[in-house]
């Protein structure tokens, strides 16, 4: 959660957390990006928690070229 008092810092270390540079967040992003980006970042997280709450899939078993019966 954004902190009101260190709100620049904290956008920082966000940007940073995706792979953002400080100087590219600073000069390369206009806000409304900035904000889209971070947006977006919830989604994908968001998807990934969900998707981490499913039961595992079922690993196919490996079957050698000589247990075929080729």
């Known amino acids: 959660m954004l ?3 260190y709100w620049v810092q904290d ?3 966000l940007a940073r957390e995706m792979g ?3 100087k590219a967040i ?3 992003y206009y806000p409304a990006e900035t904000f889209a980006i ?3 970042q919830a989604i994908v997280n968001k998807r990934r ?3 981490s709450k499913l039961p595992p899939k079922e690993k196919p078993e ?3 070229w000589n247990q075929m019966g080729i």
């Open 62 to 64: 490996e079957v050698y």
């Open 26 to 28: 600073m000069e390369d």
């Open 38 to 40: 971070f947006k977006r």
């Open 3 to 5: 902190n009101k008092k």
């Open 20 to 22: 953002i540079s400080k």
């Open 49 to 51: 928690e969900e998707e």
């Open 11 to 13: 956008i920082i270390n």
